[in-house]
């Protein structure tokens, strides 16, 4: 709903919405369906396992329309399954592994040297999670819960490795997104100067998960 309600407070159009069961491996017929419409992007808010397949379907269906997504991308079986069909599109994740920030840098170093593989969006933010709690631990010079609850809510521009995190009171703590690419040139013949979007949703046990 968030997508879909800021797209178009932002002047974006919706040409057409399909959705798909988890689990779904053939998805000609939804694609057949955006393919009419002629959108200009599919916005796709699904895992990388079904991503990398939609992906790659749209191309043989000659869809040319880069896609759009979100943190479910983030997977390096994405591009296994997913291959050339990917390049041109975007998703929006909680960090880049490439990010130069000397944080991440450490952390990502770090993780390699004893997982021996490139952590994934989940790992920087389990890391930040305890990182955070630690952190409140030590200004509250407790571990009672109220305690620590009081130094939570107060934490302001703590240094994450996603980011800079701060905790506004109610909603949950909260740091920009990184946008990242398959290449350098989607969106770059926008002809009207606003993006035609066809969605792609996933539908997990009757209800719609949408962006």
Known sequence: MYFREQFKK??????????????DSDFHAQLTQLKAVNPEAIYVPG??????????????????APFLGGDGW??????E????????????????VDDPNPAMRKFVGD??????????ALAAL????AQILADAMRRAGSTAGDKVRDALASTKDFPGVTGRIITPCDPEP???PVILSAAKDLLSSNRSGRCFVASLLRMTGGCRSSG
Do not use: C, M
Not at 74 to 79: C, E, H, V
Not at 126 to 129: F, T, V
């Open 174 to 176: 909260f740091a920009l």
């Open 126 to 129: 389990g890391y930040d999670a």
């Open 10 to 23: 932002l002047g974006g159009q919706i040409l057409a919405e399909q959705s798909y069961s988890e689990g």
């Open 81 to 96: 399954i997913g291959g050339e069909a990917l390049n041109g599109s975007y998703f929006a994740n909680h960090y880049s």
């Open 111 to 120: 993780y390699r040297a004893r997982y021996k593989a490139v952590p994934d």
């Open 47 to 64: 895992y990388y396992t079904g991503v990398g397949t939609i992906a790659r379907q749209a191309r043989e269906l000659g869809i040319k």
């Open 74 to 79: 983030d997977s390096p079986k994405l591009w």
